[in-house]
């Protein structure tokens, strides 16, 4: 079962900018979700802003992004990306979990998600956060 790596950049309401940018430098097809898509309250803050979103380039390139909420903290250049692993197997997304776990702090749960029949995300013991979901198409 395939299982990839990605880039996954976090920033503050620049999410959509970067990705439409990358897009223009590297070609390739744009997806991106708010937190309006995703069913947040019409008037809650940052509504409009980019839940997640990637840049997928013939060439192979893929980056994803996501505008960090205002009530997570935030610092320009600091934990300005995630490792994202996803695959095609539970069993298999789980197994990579339970290993990265071991001595590492659980951020959120490996679990379903609204988007994600399991989704995690894992800081592990050298500082590097690990997101790791199985991948299902996005409805557009």
Known sequence: MPVTTTTHINLRGDARAA???YRSVFGGELTVVTYRDAGAPA???????????????????????????????????????FVSVRGTS???ITGYWE???????VVQPLA??????????????????????????YPA
């Open 99 to 105: 290993r990265l776990a071991e001595g590492a702090t």
């Open 43 to 81: 008037d809650a803050p940052g509504v409009d802003e980019v839940l997640w979103g990637e840049v997928r380039s013939p060439e192979g390139l893929h980056v994803m992004a996501y505008d960090v909420p205002a009530a997570l903290p935030w610092q320009q250049g600091e934990n300005a990306y």
């Open 19 to 21: 990705l439409e940018h």
């Open 90 to 92: 539970a069993a298999e």
């Open 112 to 137: 379903p998600s609204g988007w994600a029949p399991l989704y995690g995300m894992v800081r592990d013991r050298f500082g590097v956060t690990w997101v790791l979901d199985v991948a299902v198409p």
